[in-house]
Nanobody, 127 residues
């Protein structure tokens, strides 16, 4: 059974940091690309960042580039999203997702490319 379980969300003041984790099971983690997306209240879900199979390539939305970092630990079947210098506009439910067709050298930013999704974790940034 495929599962993606996010954790690490919470309430933080603007300028603070959080690290989200996404633990995967039920598939071979090292053969997929992983992505993070978010959905703010009243808005469409949007791309945050991706990491290619094996962690060779990362890609970020312009709104988070330089503040957020994605990394993977294949031994733990876990992908992380380190979020620094958080802003109130980062408030959203954050989702991790797996792209079974993900490549080692490029990533995909479209939601439709992702096959498996977690349940989401809430991040709230107060001003």
């Amino acid at each position: 059974q495929v599962q993606l379980v996010e954790s690490g969300g919470g309430l933080v003041q603007a300028g603070g940091s959080l690290r989200l984790s996404c633990a995967a099971s039920g598939f071979t983690f090292s053969t997929v690309a992983m992505g993070w997306f978010r959905q703010a209240p009243g808005k469409e879900r949007e791309f945050v960042g991706t990491i290619s199979r094996g962690g060779i390539v990362t890609n970020y939305a312009a709104s988070v580039k330089g503040r957020f970092t994605i990394s993977i630990d294949n031994a733990k079947n876990t992908v992380y999203l380190q979020m620094n210098t958080l802003k109130p506009e980062d408030t959203a439910v954050y989702y991790c997702a797996a792209d079974r067709a993900g490549s080692t050298f490029f990533t995909r930013v479209s939601e439709s490319a992702y096959d498996y999704w977690g349940q989401g974790t809430q991040v709230t940034v107060s001003s």
